[in-house]
């Protein structure tokens, strides 16, 4: 790509500071939780790049973290559960990617936002799948993960609300989800590219991102201890209800 076309994706005056603060914010709560990343970046950096872009700079940003935790959550996952999963995952991110691609944007933002939000209060309300697991539930839980993380980027929380309801150690369910993330990022990938959504233009957006993402991950990272755990975890919160907020198309005549 020439410089000039270069520049020409890259984001101007208020859509750069939300892209900016996107992923410095989403690079913290990475950081210091491991979760939420996605679910305070794709809103902001939708209001900069809209949906279409931000969603598959999401995936190129987490490349690198999928990278280096999936040999260590092979080990330890329980891998026929996250075979099932990743069926699902298999099924439904194709369809995400459709609606991120078929939709049109101003109204794939209101929807980016309400879903979020709606994630978000599954997240804090601490519940937990109690049933007994079963094949095409599990199944379902991946593809519902999947038609969310294809549109967005965001396929944990169901996923993780299913993981924490089963019985086995913390070790294994956090080795599970981070499998079950690698496999939902590889789908993506796929889908991404075969619509045409991971192209050239992202590089820009992409290295004026990853710098403010990797220092929010390290600030994350050294932050942990500092505060306790609930605490940061209801600034998680706040930060990811303030992001789908802000990203409402309502706030466009104010905010860019």
Known sequence: MELEGLSAALPRGAGLAWL????????????????????IFV????????????????????????????PGAWRLADRRAVGWLA???????????????????????????AVILGLLALVASGWRFRGRPAAPLTVGVGMAGGVLGGV??????????????????????????????AAGGIFAGIAYAAAGLLDAALLGPFLLAAP?????IWG????FGLASEAAFRRACYGMIALAALLSLPAWDGVLR
Not at 20 to 39: D, P, V
Not at 90 to 106: E, W
Not at 220 to 223: D, R, S, T, W
């Open 20 to 39: 900016l603060a996107g992923a410095l914010a989403g690079g913290l709560a990475r950081g210091f939780s491991g979760f939420g990343a996605a679910l």
């Open 43 to 70: 809103p902001l950096a939708s209001v900069a790049l809209g949906p279409q872009r931000a969603a598959p700079l999401m995936l190129l940003l987490e490349a690198f973290a999928i990278a280096a935790l999936t």
């Open 87 to 113: 069926l699902g995952a298999l099924l439904g991110t194709p369809l995400g990617a459709a609606v991120l691609v078929l939709a049109d944007p101003r109204a794939l933002r209101w929807g980016v936002a």
């Open 152 to 181: 967005a980027m965001v396929s944990g929380p169901p996923v993780i609300a299913y993981l924490l309801g089963q019985e086995g150690p913390a070790r294994q369910v956090r080795a599970s989800f981070a499998l079950y993330l």
């Open 212 to 216: 403010a993402y990797a220092i929010g």
């Open 220 to 223: 994350g990272v050294a932050m």
